[in-house]
């Protein structure tokens, strides 16, 4: 998927490719779907969507995970490459992970944060 796709975007995208899962005779759940994401990883949070802290951004890729069936994030190379690559897997996909994992436990509920509007869509 691109970049510069708003993850309440991705809600139609899911449905089609459902159908199309669907249509071929495969289950939509055993499809990996793949989201480039790009953005900066900060040291405290600012309230903006993938240019946020370690939690933040955790939450809003447990939230797409979650809504969207979104299975694998790539970050795409910005500034400071290896800083922000090593900060994403080592605390953000691990935490993303727990998120997801404890989201999945509880049934599906999940806390709501204020700025996850902007993620809003249909549930998967």
Do not use: K
Request: contains cysteine; glycine residues 8%; charged residues 25%.
């Amino acid at each position: 998927m691109f970049p510069d796709l708003q993850p309440v975007q991705l809600a139609p995208i899911s449905a089609r490719v459902d159908e199309a899962a669907r249509g071929a005779g495969r289950d939509p759940a055993s499809i990996r779907r793949i989201w480039n994401i790009s953005g900066t990883i900060t040291p405290r949070p600012t309230g903006r969507l993938f240019n946020d802290c370690v939690e933040s951004w955790a939450q809003s890729l447990a939230d797409v995970s979650l809504r969207h069936g979104i299975d694998t994030f790539v970050l795409i190379e910005g500034e400071d490459a290896e800083a922000q690559l090593r900060t994403f897997a080592l605390e953000v996909a691990p935490l993303t992970r727990d998120l997801v994992a404890e989201a999945r436990w509880t049934g599906g509920r999940q806390r709501q944060e204020p700025d996850q509007a902007a993620l809003s869509g249909p549930r998967r």
